[in-house]
Nanobody
Framework: QLQVVESGGGLVQPGGSLRLSCAAS????????IGWFRQAPGKEREGVSC????????NYAESVKGRFTTSRDNAKNTAYLQMNSLKPEDTAVYYC??????????????????????WGQGTQVTVSS
């Protein structure tokens, strides 16, 4: 079974920072590109960012460009989403998911939900107003 687990969410004031982690269990994450998604209350799930298999390409939604950074550490078998200058509208459940077709390395756009598989359980991020 392929499984990823998100962690690092919590409550933060506007302007604060959080770093989310996406850890792989029982397999090598280096063969997959990683997508980050979020779902806010009353809204559909949206693509936030992605990182290619090589780590050489990253894509971001316009709403988070300049504030969020995604990275990966193959030695730790973990991907990260660094979130700075957080806003109340960033409040959502954040998910990571896997794509072996490496579309993040092929298309310069945010990730699309149907392209990704093997989703984690999500971690709650709450930015107080």
């Amino acid at each position: 079974q392929l499984q990823v687990v998100e962690s690092g969410g919590g409550l933060v004031q506007p302007g604060g920072s959080l770093r989310l982690s996406c850890a792989a269990s029982g397999f090598n994450l280096s063969y997959w590109s990683i997508g980050w998604f979020r779902q806010a209350p009353g809204k559909e799930r949206e693509g936030v960012s992605c990182i290619s298999i090589s780590g050489g390409t990253t894509n971001y939604a316009e709403s988070v460009k300049g504030r969020f950074t995604t990275s990966r550490d193959n030695a730790k078998n973990t991907a990260y989403l660094q979130m700075n200058s957080l806003k109340p509208e960033d409040t959502a459940v954040y998910y990571c998911a896997l794509d072996t077709l490496n579309k993040c390395g092929s298309y310069y756009r945010p990730p699309l939900e149907f392209e990704y598989h093997h989703w984690g359980q999500g971690t709650q991020v709450t930015v107080s107003s």
